[in-house]
């Protein structure tokens, strides 16, 4: 293993977040080098939204017309009430004069980073990822953080480098290793994701690509990708989570979704934990958090990837500028920007999402579906709606904060 040079910026976590981080500062001539404990890109199930200042950002690198020919363009998505087929739609396309992309991407996780990996390797071919190394231990002083790696069998060696980007996760070892609590909070239920074939839309035409569903039974979501429906179920009441990941429990559940004679033929299943954490400060000396590893949040809306992919693209601005001769209290700028709009446009807007599509009163359900059919209907309030919702607000505030 090379241990590079004192000048490289180490990045534990080769995610989309910690991939999209070595990219860029490749394209501005830093060296970099990840480590990544998992020999391949997972493919499990994990995020699958990809909003319009996301795809914005990776244009410039060639990488967005890839990521869309690999998914499917969402145009609109719907808040639906199950049983009486109403709904409030939601057209991105009041967005044309606020972005280039007024559309949802659905497209797997692992397809970006699929994508990033090969642009690295054949565009930067001098910019390091070093797959099956752990992080295991860290260290700092005032000229130089060195990271600690150990290979499956057990062979350590240190890298050294100016700057550590910690983009590991939700489990981060960094933030384990700096003993840094993860405010938050973690809500009651589990989510059990379901992917199958099955063409929902082939039997509910009103469907969208995205649609979140309240149900006499509670809640569901019906998320379309290439070739397959990701189906978010939880447990009905009374029942245990051991219980409601059962495969009699998820055809059950199908089954009321879109009653069939025959069985739902399900691909995947994983049980999820939802949380609204974030750090108390994104840097800590030399190293720096991003993504999951400094804030986690409720998956409704899709906004946990996109903005640790925000977060990337922020803190390497501001590492471009040190590394160009300006002072590295640019990372504070970064924690000022990033910090405060994660808790209030990620965290708050994700757990409001959450909160809606859990409340079990018919009454609200119908007021609340009511002012948001008002909201779609109404091209001015459409907008502003999605301008927060599709990140875009988001990222305006944060760059007019010093």
Not at 21 to 28: C, D, E, K, P, S
Not at 30 to 52: D, G, N, Q
Not at 319 to 344: T, V
Not at 361 to 384: V, Y
Request: with cysteine.
């Amino acid at each position: 293993m090379n241990n590079g040079t004192p000048e490289q910026v180490i990045i534990v976590g080769g995610g989309p977040v910690g991939l999209t981080a070595a990219m860029r500062l490749g394209h501005f001539g830093i060296p970099a080098v990840v480590v990544e404990a998992e020999h391949e890109v997972s493919r499990a199930l994990k995020a699958s939204t990809f909003h319009p200042p996301t795809l914005e950002m990776y244009d410039e690198y060639g990488i967005t017309p890839d990521l869309i020919q690999s998914g499917l363009v969402a145009p609109t998505w719907q808040v639906r009430m199950h049983e009486t087929g109403e709904y409030a739609e939601f057209d991105l396309s009041v967005l044309k004069d606020d972005t280039p992309h007024p559309y949802r991407l659905q497209a797997e996780q692992w397809k970006l980073s699929e994508l990033l990996h090969e642009h690295i390797r054949t565009r930067l071919p001098g910019l390091q990822v070093l797959r099956g190394q752990r992080c295991v231990a860290i260290s700092q002083d005032e000229n130089a953080v060195r990271v600690t790696v150990e290979s499956d069998t057990g062979e350590r060696q240190e890298l050294a480098g100016r700057y550590v980007i910690a983009a590991d996760g939700a489990r981060s070892t960094v933030r384990t290793l700096l003993n840094l609590e993860f405010e938050g909070l973690t809500f009651p239920e589990t989510t059990v994701l379901a992917t199958t074939k099955f063409p929902f839309h082939e039997h509910i035409p009103t469907l969208s690509y995205i649609n979140y569903c309240w149900a006499s039974t509670g809640t569901f979501s019906l998320l379309r990708l290439p070739g397959l429906w990701r189906v978010s179920l939880y447990p009905w009441e009374g029942e245990s989570v051991e219980d409601a990941l059962e495969p009699e429990s998820i055809e059950k559940k199908l089954q009321y979704i879109l009653p069939r004679d025959e069985a739902y033929d399900v691909l995947e299943v994983r049980p999820y934990r939802i949380h609204q954490r974030v750090v108390h400060n994104y840097v800590h000396g030399r190293i720096v958090l991003a993504g999951d590893a400094a804030h986690i949040n409720s998956p409704s809306g899709g906004m946990g990837m996109n903005g640790g992919i925000h977060d990337a693209f922020n803190l390497t601005d501001k590492l471009r500028r040190i590394y160009a001769g300006e002072s590295d209290a640019l990372l504070g700028q970064y924690d000022r920007q990033r910090r405060p709009i994660a808790i209030k446009h990620v965290l708050q807007q994700s757990g409001r999402n959450r909160a809606r599509m859990q409340e079990r009163n018919e009454a609200q359900r119908r007021a609340t579906l009511q002012d948001l059919q008002r909201k779609a209907n109404d091209p001015a309030l459409a907008r502003n709606y999605l301008l927060e919702t599709s990140m875009i607000l988001s990222l305006r505030e944060a760059a007019t904060i010093e």
